[in-house]
């Protein structure tokens, strides 16, 4: 019985051949993009997996994640490295920061005479509270350790002093393909190009949006005695809900989802909506980050049923404001969710879902400006 193919085929458009090509004969390039740069014509081109493998003189397995990762998330995503969690440290990242918090803090904050610590009465302080803090791992911390920590943040324990995380390597690069996306937008809605049975989505999650609760009523405006509403300082907490959305660059429509969480499968759920939404032969391609539950196994496995119909364009670390879903958030912020109350999730979920349908009568396009005059498409 004839062997049955079972991987879809990668469909690519001109401009990413013209990519590829360009890395694959790149001698700048790092050897891991112009190597999968190459699998990745070779298997547009009809190649099979094997022969593939044999030129490239590697494993069938490594061509298949190359391929897969193209078909689910296009060919951007097979060219770079997936975050990988790695092996846990035994000092988390949560111990660090208290450390940190500590040795930013002044120690007559904690009931001591100094103003400033030093080494070895900071080190005591972390064995003597680690545990009641939450922080049982550094219940034997010395001075060696206690330095360790703060010398790769460049914080002195005699000083009070601010740390800030190193940017994306990358950063720059990322930046340059967020904004060539939002270039062509601009081109195809001034009529330069023309839309070719595909749109672009700006998604992110806004957690931790309260449902929050007056335990007084609200005072109305008096003329001539209360220019404002009034209102008791007291509220009343009914938990917090998530907003998963995604705005079409083109026509301003929003899709949104309200939810408990914003793991995996809530990201997923989104994705089904706007597959259900879009015309089939569209390409969806979407501006996010690299939240862990974008690039989770459980969402790489959902794409690879959908290929060909999504790209994900990501934002580089610290660069969410490249992002426009950014100002629908920051506007939706300022003129309803700042002054909502509500008597439950329920309702606050219901009031969330009748703001976005008001915002879809009326839609209105974001545009990007910022350094788009230099960007070349």
């Keep these: 019985m004839p062997f049955k193919k079972k991987r879809s085929p990668l ?30 014509l070779g298997y547009s081109r009809g190649e ?45 990242d949560e111990d660090k920061a208290w450390v940190i918090h500590l040795a930013c803090s002044k120690p007559s904050e904690y009931g001591y005479a100094a103003e400033r610590w030093t080494i070895a009465q900071l080190a005591k302080h972390i064995r003597e509270n680690a545990t009641e803090a939450g922080h049982p791992a550094l219940s034997r911390m010395g001075k060696s350790g206690l330095h360790n920590i703060l010398s ?30 939002y270039k062509e937008v601009q081109q195809t809605r001034q009529g330069a190009q023309e839309q070719k049975n595909h749109t672009v989505l700006s998604y992110d999650e ?16 008096v003329p001539g005695e209360y220019a404002a ?46 597959d259900s939404y879009y015309p089939s032969d569209w390409k969806l391609r979407i501006i996010l980050d690299n ?16 290929p060909n119909r999504f790209e994900f ?13 950014e100002i629908f958030f920051s506007k939706m912020t300022r003129a309803f969710l700042r002054s909502l109350r509500v008597s439950s999730k329920a309702e606050l979920k219901q009031r969330i879902e009748k703001y976005l349908d008001e ?15 230099e960007v070349m498409v």
Excluded at 14 to 37: F, G, M, N, Q, W
Excluded at 163 to 172: A, G, I, V
Excluded at 206 to 221: F, R, S, T, V
Excluded at 291 to 306: G, Q, R, Y
Aim: charged share 30%.
């Design 152 to 181: 790769k943040v460049d914080i002195k324990a005699h000083k009070t002093a601010y740390y800030l995380e190193r940017r994306d390597k990358e950063f720059e690069q990322k930046m340059a393909q967020v904004l060539v996306v």
């Design 359 to 373: 915002v879809n009568a009326t839609p209105v396009v974001f545009k990007w400006k910022y350094k788009l005059d």
């Design 11 to 40: 469909l690519l458009e001109e401009k990413d051949v013209k990519i590829l090509e360009t890395i694959a004969a790149s001698r700048t390039e790092p050897y891991s993009r112009v190597k999968r740069a190459r699998m990745l």
């Design 48 to 92: 099979s997996i094997s022969s593939i493998a044999r030129k490239e003189q590697t494993n069938r397995p490594a061509v298949e994640r190359c391929v897969d990762k193209a078909l689910s998330g296009g060919i951007m995503a097979a060219l770079r490295d997936l975050a990988r969690p790695g092996r846990p440290s035994v000092i988390t």
């Design 291 to 306: 939240h862990s539950s974008h690039i989770s196994k459980e969402t790489m496995a959902w794409l690879k049923d959908k």
């Design 206 to 221: 806004k957690p931790g949006i309260q449902a929050i609760a007056n335990i007084a009523p609200d005072l109305a405006p």
């Design 313 to 325: 364009i990501y934002t580089p670390k610290h660069g969410s404001w490249l992002n426009l879903v």
């Design 229 to 274: 509403w009034g209102r008791d300082y007291e509220y009343k907490r009914h938990g917090v809900v998530s907003l998963l959305a995604g705005i079409d660059l083109y026509d301003g429509h929003v899709l949104g989802l309200v939810r408990d969480r914003h793991r995996s499968r809530e990201f997923i759920e989104f994705l089904d909506m706007a």
